[in-house]
């Protein structure tokens, strides 16, 4: 089984590939049937960020920029959501009633804006190392760093976005 990011449904060719919003919708108005989501059998992050531990021992303020900017869009995100299902709309070609439910998806499923939960610590790592066939025993704080992503929230806690400018 693969996992597709491109912007296409699953082809003919290949039927077993799993899919992320918009593209399961439009798989499923290819008569494809929906087996399961994956949100209902795993409560992880979706999205994340990743760096070496070189990067983040060195100066840090790259890596809280990045985070701040990420969870900028996030928030922008969740705020904005007439804006951002038109944008969905333009960018996948989808119809309103194809990106509000892309939006509640996505909305519901990937997008939170926080540190996981200790389980899900554990599952995230326990995924990754069945995947490359690693037996060592891995604790979280040796994958996880959330000082910046702590210290992003106090920054944004008043921060709230707002709507793009027209031209």
């Known amino acids: 089984m693969?996992?597709?990011?491109?912007?296409?449904?699953?082809?003919?060719?290949?039927?077993?590939?799993?899919?992320?919003?918009?593209?399961?919708l439009k798989a499923m108005e290819?008569?494809?049937r929906k087996l399961a989501d994956a949100a209902?059998?795993?409560?992880?992050?979706?999205?994340?960020?990743?760096?070496?531990?070189?990067?983040?021992?060195?100066?840090?303020?790259?890596?809280?920029?990045?985070?701040r900017a990420s969870v900028k869009g996030l928030k922008f995100m969740l705020a904005q959501r007439e804006y951002v299902q038109s944008k969905m709309m333009q960018?996948?070609?989808?119809?309103?009633?194809?990106?509000?439910?892309?939006y509640e998806i996505v909305r519901?499923?990937?997008?939170?804006?926080?540190?996981?939960?200790?389980?899900?610590?554990r599952e995230v790592i326990s995924i990754a190392k069945r995947a490359a066939n690693v037996?060592?025993?891995?604790?979280?704080?040796?994958?996880?760093d959330n000082r910046f992503l702590q210290q992003v929230q106090i920054e944004l806690k008043d921060w709230t976005p707002r709507p793009p400018k027209r031209p």
Do not use: C, H
Request: charged content about 30%; glycine content about 6%; proline content about 10%.
């Open 30 to 32: 290819m008569g494809y």
């Open 135 to 144: 037996t060592e025993d891995i604790p979280p704080d040796r994958v996880f």
């Open 40 to 67: 209902d059998y795993v409560k992880w992050p979706q999205t994340g960020l990743a760096t070496r531990d070189e990067k983040i021992s060195q100066p840090r303020e790259e890596v809280v920029k990045m985070i």
């Open 2 to 24: 693969k996992i597709t990011s491109s912007r296409r449904p699953p082809s003919i060719e290949s039927p077993e590939e799993l899919v992320s919003p918009p593209f399961n």
């Open 91 to 102: 960018m996948f070609r989808l119809s309103q009633e194809e990106a509000a439910k892309t």
């Open 108 to 121: 519901n499923e990937g997008v939170f804006i926080g540190l996981v939960g200790d389980e899900a610590e």
